[in-house]
């Protein structure tokens, strides 16, 4: 028996008691975009997935393959009438067994998705204000640069950024330099030079991060260049925009009383909605 919201109840009627995903944050997870019933930059997030899978120790099923978990979420979207266009997640972990110390790796998945209003990406707030966020900070190691299941951080910060009324907040890491956004990658202009911080600073390795480096390198006017962002930069850039695979591009129009211009970012936004079409 356990006692679930104040009621003595069978363990059998609720399945979160042996969930280690709910017990320990251990699982990961992908969020996909998918469009006209194709999963857009599905082979990132497949490798993502599994490179993360392999350091958190799991163990991966032989049926894992990049077709069999396409089909898995292509079937559930079909059944749900979210071809079209739909978020959807996929969250792997452990199976029941242990404390700390597993009694096996082997897993379970979970895919669950959402409408979406839009296939092509959009910018939907033309004003868009961010600040600090430093009541935590994120560490230099490769659990950062994944997606596990523990994402308190960017929960607090949320919480953070609404009470503030703010719509995002700009995470630090332990060295407290500028990582990324509660939701995303963040890149950063100054002159002609585009700067996105390197994953070794502790930031996610993002799918969409990916995409921009790769289109923004074919903009003859930019130099695109992976370094450390300080805060101080903050104050003498000309551009900050945010990216992840649902939003695709966010830019942000305000730091504290600083105001940026959008122009690269639309830029880039239009070339990103070129390869959605194609899709």
């Given amino acids: 028996m356990i006692n679930f919201n104040g009621t003595i109840v069978s363990q059998d009627t609720n399945v979160l008691f042996q969930n280690r995903a709910f017990l320990y944050g251990d699982g990961v997870f992908e969020t996909v975009k998918i469009v006209n019933n194709t999963i857009l930059f599905l082979e990132d997030h497949y490798f993502r997935l599994m490179s993360s899978m392999r350091v958190v120790r799991m163990e991966i099923p032989m049926n894992f393959t990049m077709e069999y978990l396409e089909e898995q979420i292509l079937s559930l979207v079909k059944k749900t009438g979210l071809s079209l266009s739909s978020r959807a997640r996929i969250t792997v972990y452990r199976n029941d067994g242990g404390y700390y110390l597993p009694q096996n790796n082997t897993v379970s998945f979970l895919i669950h998705s959402i409408a979406l209003e839009n296939t092509l990406y959009s910018i939907e707030k033309k004003e868009y204000e961010v600040d600090l966020y430093k009541d935590f900070y994120i560490t230099k190691q490769l659990l950062s640069s994944i997606k596990t299941t523990n994402k308190i951080i960017n929960i607090t910060g949320s919480i953070f950024a609404n009470e503030n009324g703010l719509d995002n907040c700009l995470v630090l890491n332990d060295s407290k330099n500028v990582v ?97 079409r194609n899709a």
Avoid: W
């Fill in 180 to 276: 990324e956004a509660l939701q995303g990658n963040i890149f950063m202009l100054m002159g002609d030079k585009l700067i996105t911080p390197p994953v070794s600073e502790g930031c996610l390795n993002g799918v969409m991060r990916k995409q921009i480096l790769s289109l923004a390198k074919k903009i003859e006017t930019l130099e695109v260049v992976e370094e450390v962002i300080s805060p101080f930069d903050l104050q003498k850039a000309d551009e900050l925009f945010i990216t992840n695979v649902i939003k695709g591009i966010q830019p942000i129009t305000r730091y504290r009383k600083k105001i940026f211009t959008t122009h690269v970012s639309t830029q880039l936004l239009e070339k990103l909605n070129e390869i959605v």
